[in-house]
């Protein structure tokens, strides 16, 4: 996603999205000076909504990457929410948006009684910037996903009913509420509401797809996956006799271990492919990627992204098992097919 950092709050990136660029563009053109600073004050004011999020699940112990501002709103990208705080997480956001639009309409109405100079202009601006944080605080309390409220909804049903059908509950109204607002869209002929209405539907199909896939994920042991038929070599190995390893055994990577069964390297055919036959495995082999036993899923997931193949050890730090994309593809498509068993 094409984006640039504009500065840091509580440790947060702030990150505007190249098309929010374009977009502050095309409002300057169309509306000017008073359209581009209102504008403004309210992207910022989805900063603070964002922030109040943040803080929130900070105290949590939540990680939070960033907030990004895109056109037609922001996010903060965070890890996933624990679901005991889920409740004040969500609901922190339209608390600060509620709070901003009482304060920016009590300034507005000093205009009525005289006590501070404010020109029409700064009138309008208090009061408009006001009445949407109003209104963005209150429409993010509909008990539907993506909105804030979607959340609120599954904190406070997920006790009674479980957390996955309280997901799919929330993420359901989402996903017709969409609908109606892309129908009025097209009736209204309003582009804007039909991008709102499609961001909606495709953001609450992803909360319900999402919390499957961690379920998913939470299945599957890491031990149980792995193939503990390990075909090592030691770091003298020439890459002349890897490659006969290669055609012999038809794996494309190997673990490197010295005399005393120690892991200490990996090597694949990629390292050799363009060099000499008599280089030592020693002078190529990159750091392992290492993964315990009794690890996480997910942990294991996040580091695959940066290599073909991982490797498993126990908790003594032996080298039990490998990992490789092949292995992760085919238990995803097994667990696939269990879909319908999950609750």
């Known amino acids: 996603m094409q984006s640039f950092k504009l500065l840091k709050i509580m440790g947060i990136p702030i990150e505007l999205h190249i098309t929010f660029l374009l977009l502050l563009l095309a409002v300057y053109y169309f509306w000017g000076i008073g359209g581009f600073i209102l504008y403004l004050f309210l992207f910022s004011s989805v900063v603070l909504h964002e922030l109040g999020h943040s803080f929130v699940a900070k105290k949590y112990?939540?990680?939070?990457e960033k907030i990004l501002l895109l056109p037609i709103g922001g996010m903060a990208i965070m890890d996933k929410i624990p679901e005991k705080g889920e409740f004040k997480i969500a609901i922190a956001g339209p608390i600060v948006s509620?709070?901003?639009?009482?304060?920016?309409?009590t300034l507005s109405s000093f205009y009525d009684i005289n006590l501070l100079k404010i020109d029409s202009m700064e009138y309008l601006l208090f009061s408009t910037v006001g009445i949407l944080n109003i209104f963005l605080g209150l429409f993010n309390l509909l008990p539907a996903f993506p909105m804030d409220g979607?959340?609120?909804l599954r904190a406070l049903i997920s006790g009674k009913i479980g957390y996955l059908k309280a997901t799919k509950i929330a993420s359901s109204i989402g996903q017709l509420f969409s609908m109606l607002m892309f129908g009025y869209g097209i009736i209204s002929f309003n582009i804007i509401l039909l991008l709102i209405a499609v961001f909606i539907y495709f953001g609450a199909h992803q909360e319900y797809a999402t919390l499957l896939t961690y379920r998913i994920f939470d299945r599957i042991k890491i031990d149980e996956i792995m193939s503990d038929q390990i075909i090592a070599v030691p770091p003298e190995t020439t890459t002349k006799e890897l490659v006969d390893l290669m055609f012999k055994y038809k794996y494309m990577g190997y673990p490197v271990v010295d005399t005393n069964g120690e892991l200490i390297g990996s090597v694949?055919?990629?390292?050799?492919v363009a060099v000499s036959d008599d280089i030592l495995v020693s002078d190529i082999m990159k750091p392992p990627i290492v993964v315990s036993k009794y690890g996480d899923f997910n942990e294991l997931l996040h580091k695959m992204n940066n290599s073909e193949r991982i490797y498993v050890k126990d908790d003594t730090g032996k080298l039990v098992g490998i990992i490789s994309k092949t292995d992760i593809i085919r238990i995803l498509k097994i667990m696939g097919l269990k879909l319908n068993d999950i609750d």
């Open 61 to 64: 112990g939540v990680h939070i």
């Open 98 to 105: 509620m709070i901003l639009g009482v304060l920016f309409l």
């Open 150 to 152: 979607g959340r609120i």
């Open 268 to 272: 694949s055919f990629d390292d050799i």
